[in-house]
């Protein structure tokens, strides 16, 4: 079964900083999705970043980069420029690339902005 | 457009009460996956709806069922209420044509056993 760990419950950063959150999987699949999910305290989840195992170029969406180690296993989320408003829950999430099959969610990392 | 609404907001039950949920899905999406995230977790999937069937079972007891309607919103009843399914309950939809990744959320239904 695959599994997701998220090994830092909280971070804090400050604001206009830069701060990375760190996310490993298991997996025996080859071709697959990761994603990072924000949750504001508002609980919505939102899409921040998702990346194509095939794809060796890291996704890259404005603020929001990841650094893709596939041999690795590793997904980490690298935040710039740091803003009040990324204060959040934030989840690692994996999926199979083909068929409907769920999201796999490791525990989350808090993280706290520092005006 | 709307989104994926879920009602209600909040609820209040107690031990052995039955509980329902409801999810409405995005316009032009048709599965239908719900998610049980406790305090502190990130979310655990239930199971996932799609033509009005159950298509996919996560590791979650027979007390928790549920249905989908034509119209594909959904429903998710849990019966025997223990104090451990306190949780928020997600609902999220997808439409099964469209790209693998898209996956939308509601804003959970937060569910108290008391």
């Known amino acids: 079964a695959q599994t997701v760990t998220q090994s830092q419950p909280e971070m804090s950063v400050q604001e206009a900083e830069t701060v990375t959150l760190s996310c490993t999987y298991d997996?025996?699949?080859?071709?697959?999705?990761l994603f990072w999910y924000k949750q504001p305290p508002s609980r919505q989840m939102i899409l921040v970043i998702r990346q194509e195992a095939y794809k060796q170029q890291n996704a890259t969406e404005n603020r929001f980069s990841v650094n893709f180690q596939k041999a690795a296993k590793s997904f980490s989320l690298k935040i710039s420029d740091s803003q009040l408003g990324d204060a959040a829950m934030y989840f690692c999430?994996?999926?199979?690339?083909?068929?409907?099959?769920?999201?796999?969610f490791g525990k989350g990392t808090r993280l706290s902005v520092i005006a | 457009d709307a989104g994926v609404t879920q009602s209600p907001t909040h609820l209040i039950k107690t031990r052995g009460q039955q509980v329902t949920l409801r999810c409405s899905p995005k316009?032009?999406?048709?599965?239908v996956s719900w998610y049980q995230q406790a305090l502190g977790q990130g979310p655990q999937f239930i199971f996932q709806?799609?033509?009005?069937?159950?298509?996919q079972r996560g590791n979650f007891p027979d007390r928790f069922s549920g249905h989908q309607f034509p119209n594909y919103s959904s429903e998710l009843n849990v019966n025997a209420l223990l104090l451990g399914d306190s949780a928020l309950y997600l609902c999220a939809s997808r439409p099964t044509g469209g790209l693998s990744y898209e996956q939308y959320f509601g804003p959970g239904t937060r569910l108290t056993v008391t």
């Open positions: 997996t025996s699949e080859s071709d697959y999705y």
């Open positions: 999430a994996y999926r199979t690339y083909s068929g409907n099959t769920p999201l796999v």
């Open positions: 709806y799609y033509e009005e069937e159950e298509r």
């Open positions: 316009s032009g999406h048709d599965t």
